[in-house]
């Protein structure tokens, strides 16, 4: 019997409506994909012949079992049920709205709610079983679409006819404190939520646009923290060499890549590590994503006066052994950050910037002097994420020109591609993975920096010292046939 990681798949709510939810329940089963005219269904009991004659009956369609955990199975119920739920509200919603048409007295706030908490309360369900990072809610002329942010892709979930959307709109409003009367400005908001045992962190952003306010939800586990840097995918090569930087007593140790990269898990995980009770360790962040036992976590808070600078200035005088400060966004806070560095303080933080070396030049466009990158820095760490290929449908084939030029090889070479199937949604990925450049600034580096070496010198030196480039570790990754060229190619800067 096949086992199946149901974390890893999408089913379609067409699938999922061919068993009903508590039948799916009662055997602990649930309808995955059709493929070859059979009903591929995940079972916590392959073997229980009563549940498989049961399924024949109700669903008239021949059944191959696959082997799922309960815990897995149970979770896939919640979700893909749930969309159910949706669509209920949805029509719920549309009869609400004939109804109230139909006595003229239709407006934002006199619309039945109802359907419209079920419906904010479905979409949000859906997307944290679905590990989605964010929810997007799009107004076009007609419809609103639902889209949810997976595996740092949008993938279209529902859409809702614009008419029922002001309803939907005005719960997510009145849950995140936003001003429901105000539509001309964009406005921040949040929610706290515990579900399925679970605390969650929904940051709320709302954006007026030609259709109507667009909403995006960001969301953020606030369930213990576990990661490990072998969960990070880093390397032993790259580990080592992390374990150079922050074992120091001082020193500034910088985390960078686009949004979304993963810069925030991993810096909690090294101060996971770093977090001893001899240690004094505060962090002042926006927002505060995973809540850490023993480390002093401050929350920005612009309108007050509490930034990143302001902060970071009163952090210094509670006699603290290492600071997280969430991202150095400006001269003031990389001066202070830099001052407290010099002064004894192990400093850890976050930048975007392309890759490990570029940071030096962004530091020194931000104001601050070659000789204080050079004293200050101790390491720096560039990553991205890669989504992983399929392993049930990727294709293995030769290696064009082209590619074996982007991999930097000689021919022949045989390759994956993504291709799709039922169990990756049609998308050829599943998961994500993360690549790692460790860059430990050493004396040759410093001196270079101090000198004003622009950033080629700086990799060629760190290269030397044994830094493996994102475009490298990517490349190694093709070549293990765990991504593809083109995933290569969209998320890691190719130099020519």
């Not at 229980?48 to 119920?77: F, G, H, K, W």
């Not at 849950?175 to 406005?187: D, F, L, T, V, W």
């Not at 995973?290 to 600078?309: E, S």
Request: hydrophobic share 40%; net charge negative.
């Amino acid at each position: 019997v096949e086992r199946i990681n149901l974390k890893n798949i999408y089913i379609d709510s067409e699938v999922a409506r061919l068993i009903p939810k508590e039948v799916a329940k009662k055997y602990t089963v649930i309808p995955v994909y059709i493929q070859d005219g059979m009903l591929h269904v995940a079972m916590s009991d392959p073997r229980n012949m009563n549940a498989l004659d049961d399924l024949r009956v109700i669903t008239q369609q021949p059944i191959r079992s696959m082997i799922a955990s309960p815990s897995e199975i149970e979770e896939a119920i919640e979700i893909y049920y749930s969309q159910q739920i949706s669509e209920r509200a949805i029509e719920d919603l549309k009869r609400d709205w004939t109804v109230e048409v139909q006595s003229g007295s239709a407006d934002d706030s006199d619309i039945q709610n109802a359907p419209a908490v079920r419906l904010a309360n479905s979409i949000i369900t859906q997307a944290t079983a679905l590990r989605a990072s964010d929810i997007h809610l799009e107004p076009f002329e007609e419809t609103v679409m639902v889209r949810f942010r997976i595996d740092g892709s949008l993938t279209e979930t529902m859409s809702i006819p614009q008419n029922l959307y002001p309803a939907v709109l005005t719960r997510f409003k009145v849950i995140s404190g936003i001003n429901i009367a105000e539509k001309r400005i964009p406005q921040d908001g949040r929610i706290e939520m515990s579900i399925s045992g679970k605390n969650y962190d929904f940051r709320v952003s709302t954006l007026p646009t030609v259709f109507g306010e667009k909403i995006v939800i960001r969301i953020l586990d606030r369930t213990s923290f576990l990661f490990t840097r072998e969960k990070l995918g880093f390397t032993k090569k790259n580990s080592e060499l992390l374990d150079k930087i922050i074992k120091k007593t001082n020193g500034i140790v910088l985390v960078t890549g686009p949004t979304g990269s993963g810069k925030s898990t991993t810096l909690y995980t090294v101060l996971r590590e770093l977090n001893t009770p001899d240690l004094n360790i505060v962090t002042i962040e926006d927002p505060v994503e995973y809540m850490l036992y023993g480390i002093n976590q401050v929350q920005v808070n612009t309108k007050a006066g509490l930034t990143f600078a302001a902060g970071l200035r009163s952090i210094l005088r509670q006699d603290p052994d290492i600071v997280m400060i969430g991202e150095i966004r400006d001269e003031e806070t990389a001066q202070i950050a830099v001052r407290a560095s010099i002064t004894g303080h192990l400093v850890l933080s976050t930048l975007h910037t392309n890759d490990a070396p570029s940071s030096v030049a962004r530091l020194i466009d931000m104001g601050l002097e070659p000789f204080l990158v050079a004293e200050s820095l101790s390491g720096i760490v560039a990553q991205r994420l890669v989504r992983r290929l399929c392993n049930s449908c990727k294709k293995k084939a030769e290696a064009t020109a082209a590619e074996l030029e982007l991999l930097g090889a000689d021919g022949p070479y045989e390759i994956y591609h993504h291709t799709g199937c039922p169990k990756c949604n049609g998308t050829g990925y599943a998961g994500r993975i993360a690549i790692h450049e460790v860059m430990h600034i050493n004396r040759p580096l410093r001196d270079a920096i101090q000198n004003g070496s622009g950033t080629e010198i700086l990799r060629d030196i760190a290269g030397n010292n044994g830094m493996t480039t994102l475009i490298d570790s990517c490349r190694q990754l093709v070549i293990d046939g765990m991504t593809s060229i083109n995933e290569m190619v969209k998320t890691v800067y190719v130099r020519d």
